[in-house]
């Protein structure tokens, strides 16, 4: 593993020296969060595969830290929005201004013109502006006033929300839950990384200072294009292509959901299978991947039927009990 203090992360572009400067990202975000490796991982497999992801957890579970940090172990560049109920969408696309000495429009960016976005509790804001970040998620790109004007890239969302069930808050349409490609639930800390986590506050830690904390950049754009280079050539055979689609079909059967994964989720599974497979050591994926991956990668593209909530059924119960049934390949 890379030295996590080099000065020079992100300018190799070597395959191997940059999974190297990936997994040493883990270690560079540990020094300001305790025991999230999985958030951690589903980050660094949605940077491989140029998605989205959206965390979602009660309030003070680190979840805003957790993407500063990692914006602070890579060498891009970082913006954030607060979404609020008054958050309207040119807050975040940007929006033509007039200018009175030159009696002509410009167009001011706005903070989605950006490498690594931070979209802060956007359950908070109306669906209206949570809208507002639809192109951007897909396309790349921002029309205002019939004009598009293409990202940064690399470009991705980082979303926090609070569960829908809570106090102010919003739940996003089905078009832009589809847009993301993992959902990472961050769960309360175990009794140990809790105490951990005073324990570091007691010491001095400051969650505002991640400079002071010693988080370094570690990997940059030249790291980003080498790793999704070797993770494009990571091989998929038939039999695992096969797998993927007979997961995503049983959730469209499943008696307890309204609504399954489209063929968009069954494209994001397999994207995310082979980046998991890469980061591991292979150049070939196996069903373990796609199992590793399909909780975060699915769980956001079903609806559950309104009885089967009231039984206490969850999606993550319906996608283990389909993948313990759709045969596995050998």
């Known amino acids: 593993m890379m030295d996590p203090t080099t000065d020079n992360a992100g300018q190799t572009g070597d395959p191997g020296t940059a999974r190297d400067a990936l997994e040493a990202l883990r270690a560079e975000i540990a020094k300001a969060v305790v025991g999230q490796d999985p958030a951690v991982t589903g980050l660094v497999v949605a940077l491989l595969c140029r998605g989205h992801v959206l965390l979602e957890g009660v309030p003070g579970v680190a979840k805003t830290l957790l993407v500063r940090a990692l914006a602070s172990a890579l060498e891009l560049d970082t913006k954030r929005v607060q979404f609020t109920p008054d958050l309207m969408p040119s807050d975040v696309t940007g929006s033509l201004v007039y200018d009175t000495r030159s009696a002509e429009f410009s167009f001011q960016p706005g903070p989605v013109f950006?490498?690594?976005?931070?979209?802060?509790?956007?359950?908070?804001?109306?669906?209206?502006?949570?809208?507002?970040?639809?192109?951007?998620?897909?396309?790349?790109?921002?029309?205002?006033?019939?004009?598009?004007?293409?990202?940064?890239?690399?470009?991705?969302?980082?979303?926090?929300?609070?569960?829908?069930?809570?106090?102010?808050?919003?739940?996003?349409?089905?078009?832009?839950?589809?847009?993301?490609?993992?959902?990472?639930?961050?769960?309360?800390?175990?009794?140990?990384?809790?105490?951990?986590?005073?324990?570091?506050?007691?010491?001095?830690?400051?969650?505002?200072?991640?400079?002071?904390?010693?988080?370094r950049p570690v990997a940059g754009p030249a790291d980003l294009e080498a790793a999704r280079a070797a993770v494009a050539k990571t091989t998929v055979s038939p039999e695992i292509t096969a797998y993927v689609v007979d997961i995503c079909r049983a959730t469209r059967e499943s008696p307890s959901l309204t609504?399954?994964?489209?063929?968009?989720?069954?494209?994001?599974?397999?994207?995310?299978?082979?980046?998991?497979?890469?980061?591991?050591?292979?150049?070939?994926?196996?069903?373990?991947?796609v199992k590793a991956l399909a909780l975060p990668t699915l769980r956001h593209r079903v609806q559950l039927r309104p009885e089967a909530e009231m039984e206490g059924v969850t999606a993550d119960s319906v996608i283990n009990a389909i993948l313990a049934h759709v045969p596995v390949p050998r």
Do not use: C
């Open 114 to 215: 950006t490498n690594l976005l931070l979209a802060d509790e956007i359950n908070r804001t109306p669906p209206k502006t949570q809208s507002s970040l639809l192109e951007a998620m897909e396309e790349r790109q921002v029309t205002v006033d019939g004009t598009p004007r293409p990202l940064p890239d690399p470009f991705l969302v980082a979303a926090t929300q609070n569960p829908v069930e809570y106090e102010g808050t919003y739940p996003l349409p089905e078009a832009q839950l589809d847009r993301f490609l993992l959902k990472l639930t961050i769960p309360l800390p175990s009794r140990q990384d809790e105490i951990d986590v005073l324990t570091r506050h007691a010491e001095g830690f400051n969650p505002r200072d991640l400079h002071a904390a010693g988080v």
């Open 259 to 289: 609504l399954g994964v489209s063929p968009r989720g069954a494209t994001a599974l397999l994207a995310t299978a082979r980046a998991w497979a890469w980061l591991t050591g292979r150049d070939y994926v196996i069903p373990d991947d």
